[in-house]
């Protein structure tokens, strides 16, 4: 096991699926961390996550699984404070939220835009790990917890654009070259 991620075999890069895809909109359903098609699946998220520029984390329903199991690695960020590195949560639950701010998201399933989005700046989250089921607990702050309950979210069938408040709050994604 390397940190937080047991050794997975190499994954496949997979296509994203964008709204309005109705697997965005569809709450993900528990699965056996222990079981192959599991192990599979953080392959191919961490793969298809590694090769999105840009990208902080991926849901499996984003790749057209409803599993709650979702990728994640905010190292290098210049909004991250706390860095967990690279790892991957099976059926994931925020166990506390505290601090609400508001701070700007985007989405790989939602490429044209990005939002004003009011979440908790500290979380613990736990969820077990693919492969050997081993309980994780995340404490985390700042970026690294808001990129935590974007992924949650997704799990649950939500999307950012379901959390702004109006379309004040919209914003045109910028595009730097």
Same mark, same amino acid.
């Not at 079981?35 to 840009?54: E, I, K, N, R």
């Given at each position: ?33 222990? =079981? ?6 953080? $392959? ?6 590694? !090769?999105? /520029? %840009?990208?902080?984390? @991926? ?52 490429? =044209? ?6 979440? $908790? ?6 969820? !077990?790990? /693919? %492969?050997?089921?081993? @309980? ?42």
């Amino acid at each position: 096991m390397n940190g937080l991620l047991p050794e997975l075999p190499d994954g496949q890069v997979r296509a994203v699926l964008r709204a309005p895809a109705q697997a965005l909109a569809d709450p993900c359903s528990e699965v056996d961390p222990r =079981d192959g098609s599991v192990v599979t699946l953080a $392959a191919d998220l961490l793969a298809t996550q590694l !090769l999105s /520029p %840009g990208c902080v984390g @991926l849901a499996a329903n984003q790749i057209g699984v409803s599993a709650r199991v979702f990728s994640l690695d905010v190292t290098g960020h210049p909004k991250a404070r706390t860095c967990h590195g690279r790892l991957v949560l099976v059926n994931p639950v925020v166990v506390t939220a505290t601090r609400l701010e508001r701070g700007r998201e985007g989405c790989m399933s939602v490429p =044209d835009l990005t939002g004003d989005v009011r979440r $908790a700046s500290r979380v613990t989250v736990t969820g !077990l790990a /693919p %492969g050997t089921g081993d @309980l994780i607990t995340i404490q985390t702050d700042a970026f690294e917890a808001r990129a935590l309950q974007h992924e949650i979210d997704h799990l649950d069938g939500m999307l950012f654009l379901d959390r702004v408040a109006g379309a004040h709050a919209l914003h045109a994604r910028q595009v730097y070259l």
